[in-house]
């Protein structure tokens, strides 16, 4: 039986989205945990320490940018990697003065929505090693 790669936690509040989202995660090998809300997923990352977050902008309680920045804020959870998921199907319309998502000053990368697995998969490595560097 192999290892688990990492520890990602989804916040999302439409579990199809979830679900698509943990499969291919847990196809790769990662160790998934979820919450539907900004607010329980804050909670949640304080208390299981995720490697990295895939955060949903669109939510109730709390939106995912109020959730991004008390993560970025958090003692604990400042320096968790978080990839934003966007449905406006064009995050340089919520971004227009963005180059990239590294200019951000909370997210590390932006995606939208639907979104590709495979795509996702890179995205989720590429931060991963980056941040164990």
Same mark, same amino acid.
Request: with cysteine.
């Given at each position: 039986?192999?290892? #688990?790669?990492? #520890?990602?936690?989804?916040?999302?509040?439409?579990?199809?989205?979830? #679900?698509?989202?943990?499969?291919?995660?847990?196809?790769?090998?990662?160790?998934?945990?979820?919450?539907? =809300?900004?607010?329980?997923?804050?909670?949640?990352?304080?208390?299981?320490? *995720?490697?990295?977050?895939?955060?949903?902008?669109?939510? *109730?309680?709390?939106?995912?940018? %109020?959730?991004?920045?008390?993560?970025?804020?958090?003692?604990?959870?400042? =320096? %968790?990697? %978080? %990839?934003?998921?966007?449905?406006?199907?064009?995050?340089?319309?919520?971004? !227009?003065?963005?180059?990239?998502?590294?200019?951000? !000053?909370?997210?590390?990368?932006?995606?939208? #929505? *639907?979104?590709?697995? =495979?795509?996702?998969?890179?995205?989720?490595?590429?931060?991963?090693?980056?941040?164990?560097?």
């Amino acid at each position: 039986m192999s290892e #688990k790669k990492a #520890k990602i936690l989804i916040i999302d509040d439409q579990p199809s989205e979830v #679900k698509m989202v943990k499969m291919a995660l847990e196809g790769a090998n990662y160790e998934v945990i979820y919450a539907y =809300n900004g607010k329980v997923g804050i909670e949640k990352a304080g208390e299981e320490k *995720p490697d990295l977050i895939i955060l949903d902008v669109m939510m *109730p309680e709390k939106d995912g940018f %109020i959730a991004c920045g008390e993560l970025k804020r958090g003692a604990e959870t400042s =320096n %968790i990697p %978080i %990839i934003v998921l966007t449905g406006v199907g064009d995050s340089t319309l919520l971004f !227009p003065d963005m180059e990239s998502a590294a200019d951000s !000053p909370h997210a590390d990368e932006y995606i939208d #929505k *639907p979104v590709d697995p =495979n795509f996702l998969l890179q995205r989720v490595e590429r931060l991963l090693k980056r941040s164990k560097s």
